[in-house]
């Protein structure tokens, strides 16, 4: 069967699930675990003879049934009607509590294929082929592509854990990880930085062997507290030669924010969760519903705040080396926001060299009314003076109309944009802005400009909006109204932060 038919049969597949009330979410749930369970079954044949070993049947309270059969791939493929349903979700409890990748990956697993006839579809399509022999690009290219299309599905939430994947890329080609070395993604979701760098690492360097096996088994770290995307995430980079089925697993469940466990990293990319606030809710003794700010009280942060980007950022900068990179997605608000969010910004210029800023258009993300950018800086030892010179700002919002869907963001789109960055040398560049070229989207700006701005707000911009001047030439009809959303939106979500900061 080729690839493209593989990918057809199993999107179809998707589709008549879908019909049946199974979300894409539930489906990629299940052909996780199931493709798991086959990989793991042909990694223990010839040639691999892995000798993965697979528990019985545990009852309720965990204990192995006496002459209970085996979870694994056999087993399950063998079984039809009302007995597959029933062996599937004992098979599932109990993989949950076993431990390493293999607890992780089953986590609270259900099973949301309740018709056995569907059931065993999915599992004879996943039957009928070699994955183990199956190239990387094309299991990655499956997986992937189920990813974004849960992605699509607004219903489910789900694009809240997946960055746009030419963004990734764009932040890869700038920041160029370098083979040995380490990179960690606080909020990875379903872990797009990880294959990006994976990716860019294997095709620029003529790796040898330690190279490669460092590449695969100690490059990458990361912290993911919703279980459904941790193990997206851990499936993922498997089926891209990731990390091993039998090895503990890379990915923390472990909330990033709360403490810092000491570790530092070469690089850290990351675009962590949207949404401005920490809170916790809970029932009062008068039996009503009250949400608190939850701040994260920690010695190694700056400011304490509720705030829950300014808090990921500063824990992003306390998990560098003193030679360590960063490339992070932030809203606006860190920009622009005064009292934590101005002393954070300029601990940030003292303490790192922030040296550039891409703005990014709105329509980029699944979750609408996202208005972000990408903050790019170096940490530095301690010193008196402050790091950052200079900051160099590229405009890719003003005059930039993208969707997820009909007008997606790709590679070739900020192709300008990463041969300007000069990632060979970033005190190499040139504007492309100028007083006889306002139009020009690469700007510098220096340190006592940025310093001297009201609390020092770095949200700068200097193009002109053509919709506002020039009403002969308006986007399409389409483009104006995503735009009208997106805007709406952004106004949307900035009330709800009022709210919440007066409640």
């Avoid at 798991?36 to 990694?43: P, S, T």
């Avoid at 009928?128 to 290219?141: A, F, H, P, Y």
């Avoid at 932030?330 to 926001?337: M, Y």
Wanted: proline share 4%; net charge negative.
């Amino acid at each position: 069967m080729t690839d493209t038919s593989i990918i057809s049969k199993i999107w179809n597949l998707a589709n008549v699930l879908r019909d049946d009330g199974v979300g894409y979410g539930d489906y990629l749930e299940q052909i996780t675990y199931l493709l798991f369970l086959k990989m793991a079954d042909e990694m223990n044949k010839p040639p691999y003879n892995k000798g993965l070993v697979f528990p019985k049947i545990k009852d309720v309270r965990g204990q192995e049934i006496e002459g209970g059969e085996l979870c694994d791939w056999e087993t399950l493929a063998g079984k039809r009607g009302a007995e597959l349903e029933s062996f599937y979700q004992q098979l599932l409890r109990t993989l949950s509590r076993e431990k390493g990748t293999l607890g992780q990956i089953f986590t609270k697993s259900q099973n949301k294929i309740q018709d056995p006839a569907k059931l065993l579809k999915v599992i004879n399509l996943i039957n009928k082929e070699d994955w183990s022999m199956m190239g990387t690009d094309v299991k990655g290219k499956i997986y992937e592509g189920l990813l974004e299309k849960n992605a699509e599905d607004t219903k489910s939430g789900a694009g809240q854990y997946f960055t746009p994947r030419a963004l990734i890329q764009t932040i890869v080609a700038c920041v160029q990880p370098k083979p040995m070395k380490t990179i960690i993604d606080p909020a990875c979701g379903t872990g797009g930085f990880f294959l990006a760098a994976y990716e860019w690492i294997s095709n620029n360097n003529g790796l040898d062997r330690e190279e490669k096996e460092f590449l695969k088994n100690k490059t990458f770290f990361g912290n993911e507290i919703v279980a459904n995307t941790r193990r997206m995430c851990l499936m993922n980079m498997y089926l891209h030669n990731i990390g091993e089925l039998d090895s503990e697993t890379f990915i923390s469940s472990n909330d990033a924010l709360v403490a810092n466990d000491g570790k530092k990293y070469d690089y850290v990319l990351a675009n962590p969760p949207f949404g401005k606030k920490s809170s916790m809710t809970f029932t009062n003794e008068e039996g009503e519903i009250v949400q608190e700010d939850l701040s994260y009280n920690r010695q190694d942060f700056w400011e304490t705040t509720s705030n829950k980007q300014l808090n990921f950022l500063q824990h992003i900068k306390s998990q560098l080396k003193i030679s360590g990179e960063a490339a992070v997605v932030l809203p606006d608000n860190i920009l622009f926001e005064g009292g934590s969010g101005e002393k954070v910004r300029k601990q940030l210029m003292k303490t790192t060299e922030l040296h550039t800023i891409l703005r990014l258009p709105t329509g980029i993300f699944y979750a609408q009314g996202v208005k972000a950018n990408v903050l790019f800086f170096n940490n530095k030892p301690a010193n008196k003076e402050a790091w950052t010179k200079e900051i160099w700002f590229y405009d890719y919002r003003t005059n930039i109309h993208h969707t997820p869907k009909k007008r997606p963001m790709r590679l070739e789109h900020l192709k300008e944009f990463i041969d300007l960055y000069n990632a060979h040398n970033i005190y190499k560049r040139k504007e492309t802005w100028s007083e006889d070229n306002p139009e020009g989207r690469w700007r510098k700006y220096s340190y006592d400009e940025v310093i001297a701005r009201d609390k020092t707000s770095l949200d700068i911009f200097w193009m002109k909006d053509k919709s506002l001047t020039d009403l002969d030439n308006l986007p399409d009809p389409d483009i104006l109204a995503n735009d009208i959303i997106e805007n709406l939106e952004s106004g949307l979500n900035s009330f709800k932060e009022i709210i919440e900061i007066i409640k």
